[in-house]
Every structure is written in C-alpha cells, then in structure tokens.
C-alpha cells in the first residue's frame, strides 16, 4: 500500500522528509511504501514545495525512518531546508493492483463510508497516519463533522474500491461510570 494524502488520484503520497540527520546532508524520510526502503526506487519525486523535484541518491533503514542523501544536498543547512516536504510520485509510474484487497490510500478518498448494518455514516476524506498507525477520516454530509477510526481490518472489515464504498465497524465506547469495578 502507498498512502497519505495527495491533491489528486494521479499523484500519490510516498513519503515525508523530516528532520536533518548529521552534518553531510542526509534526511530522516518517514515512508508511506508498504516497504520503507522502496521509497529509494522511484527515481526522481515531485514535492509539495513549488519548483522542487528531489531524487534519492542512498537510503537505508533507521527503525521506522530512512535515512537518505538526496541528489544535490551536501550539507546540513541545505538538508534543514526539506524538512516538511511531501513527495509524490504520478500513479502511472506504479505497479497496478492485482486483487480486491490491494489498493493505494488515495483509491479510498471519496469512498462512501457505511456502517455494518448499510447505513452511510459519511465520506472517506484523508487516510492520515500521526505516527501510531493509519486512520481513516470520514466526513459527515448531513453534519460536515469528521471521525477518526483506526484502519484496521477490525475498524476497517470490507473495503470495495470497485464499488464505491468501505464498511466501518465502529469501536465500542465505554461511558463514563460503564468501566468494570476492579475485584
């Protein structure tokens, strides 16, 4: 899976660059590649930042971040100046999905959002990540409020991409003063 957020369906979220990593110039790059260091495989990316393509010249895997030296940067001034930038790549250059449970995260924006037992609880706007695990994001049409649920086959038990619509199995909430006493 490829994730995040992009502008359109045709450019896909790969990954974020984050902080400077020592003195010569490489980046942490937080990947949204269902395989980190694959972010490092697709030539040159277009950025979130006007004017700007980046290519990664090395990468390896630092825990849940790649470290990589980019084409052109050599120093630690230059490296600071990326750190926020959002790379993309054009869907064209990815592989197409071979079944119903493959997709990328920009293929569930704009999908009906249903409860288990049918009713529509909203639009699937985001699939944002903060650092835990993947959420989806579903806007409300009646209301425009938005909910966040887990994206896990739990939450998450049906997505069909093809038509149109995910199912969301809610989490149970405890009320205040529902919690079990402790024996």
Same mark, same amino acid.
């Given at each position: 899976?490829?994730?995040?957020k992009?502008?359109?369906?045709?450019?896909? *979220?790969?990954?974020?660059i984050g902080?400077?990593? $020592?003195?010569? $110039?490489? &980046?942490?790059?937080?990947p949204?590649?269902?395989?980190? *260091?694959?972010?490092?495989?697709?030539g040159?990316l277009?950025?979130?930042k006007?004017?700007?393509?980046? =290519?990664?010249?090395?990468?390896?895997s630092s825990?849940?971040?790649?470290?990589a %030296?980019?084409?052109?940067?050599?120093?630690?001034?230059?490296?600071?100046?990326?750190?926020?930038?959002?790379?993309y790549?054009?869907r064209?250059r990815?592989p =197409?999905?071979?079944?119903e449970?493959?997709?990328?995260?920009?293929? *569930?924006i704009g999908? =009906?959002a249903?409860?288990?037992?049918?009713?529509?609880?909203?639009?699937?706007?985001?699939?944002?990540?903060?650092?835990?695990?993947d959420?989806? =994001?579903? %806007?409300? $049409?009646?209301?425009?409020?938005?909910? *966040?649920f887990?994206?896990? %086959?739990q &939450? &998450?038990?049906? &997505?069909?991409?093809?038509?149109?619509?995910l199912?969301?199995?809610?989490?149970?909430?405890t009320?205040? $003063?529902?919690?079990?006493?402790?024996?």
């Open positions: 899976m490829v994730g995040g992009a502008d359109d369906k045709n450019r896909l *979220l790969l990954g974020r902080a400077a990593h $020592g003195i010569k $110039g490489e &980046v942490r790059i937080t949204f590649t269902g395989e980190p *260091l694959a972010i490092a495989s697709y040159p277009d950025t979130d006007p004017g700007v393509r980046i =290519e990664i010249a090395s990468a390896r825990g849940n971040v790649v470290i %030296r980019i084409k052109g940067v050599s120093d630690r001034n230059e490296a600071e100046k990326l750190n926020g930038v959002d790379l790549v054009d064209a990815l =197409e999905t071979d079944d449970d493959d997709f990328y995260h920009a293929d *569930l999908l =009906e249903r409860l288990t037992d049918g009713r529509v609880l909203g639009e699937v706007i985001s699939v944002p990540n903060y650092g835990a695990s959420l989806i =994001e579903v %806007r409300d $049409g009646r209301s425009g409020d938005t909910f *966040l887990p994206f896990t %086959r &939450v &998450v038990p049906e &997505v069909r991409v093809a038509d149109g619509y199912v969301i199995e809610p989490p149970v909430e009320e205040p $003063g529902e919690a079990e006493e402790p024996n």
